[in-house]
């Protein structure tokens, strides 16, 4: 199966992502899970220790400063469904204004992140990476933070695990998917919009609407 922009757009508008069975398998399929994984974006949770964390390091946030590097990040790992045909198609998907990331950084290194693809209002989250203790914790709460400023509905992680639910996500039925999905993509949102997210504005913001 050869994959385009053009036709992983269209699968993410009915429900269903590709993965490869490792690095170097050169074939992809199509998934669909019964059982979905989202975070509400009224659900977030920013646990005490994560906040203190959040107020005490010295890091920064940028969003499409090194796109290629948050997925060359979330691809170094001994096991990874990112093939070389996935990476080039979710480089177009960038290039052309549809996948984004959202990276932090000590000093000037790379240290975690999150991508994902963004279609109408929502935003369907690919993968992560941490280089340091919470790193991918702090992307995900800027992440909720800036979907929620800039008119998202729906956030997509696909499937549940230990460490999102701890985070507030949950798994619902593909039926109910479906009908969030329909309603997101019908929305209008602007994932680089500018805004405001200092740590002390991102708790705040999330704790209030958890």
């Not at 989250?125 to 995900?140: I, Q, V």
């Amino acid at each position: 199966m050869t994959l385009s922009p053009e036709l992983l757009l269209h699968a993410y508008s009915i429900g269903i992502f590709p993965m490869a069975e490792h690095r170097d398998d050169p074939e992809v399929f199509w998934v669909d899970p019964k059982l979905r994984g989202v975070i509400p974006l009224n659900r977030f949770h920013i646990s005490r220790s994560l906040a203190r964390r959040m107020r005490r390091l010295h890091y920064t946030i940028s969003i499409n400063r090194d796109f290629a590097g948050v997925v060359d990040g979330c691809a170094d790992r001994a096991e990874t469904w990112i093939n070389a045909d996935i990476r080039a198609q979710y480089m177009a998907l960038h290039e052309r204004g549809f996948a984004h990331s959202l990276e932090v950084r000590e000093a000037d290194e790379l240290i975690g992140g999150v991508y994902g693809v963004t279609l109408g209002g929502g935003f369907f989250g690919e993968s992560m990476f941490s280089r340091r203790t919470d790193a991918s914790k702090l992307a995900l709460a800027y992440l909720v933070d800036r979907l929620n400023q800039t008119g998202f509905t729906l956030f997509d992680t696909q499937f549940l695990t230990a460490h999102l639910a701890s985070l507030g996500a949950i798994e619902i039925p593909r039926a109910r998917y479906h009908l969030l999905l329909e309603d997101a993509v019908s929305q209008s949102a602007d994932f680089t919009a500018p805004i405001r997210q200092s740590a002390e504005g991102v708790i705040q913001r999330i704790t209030q609407t958890s």
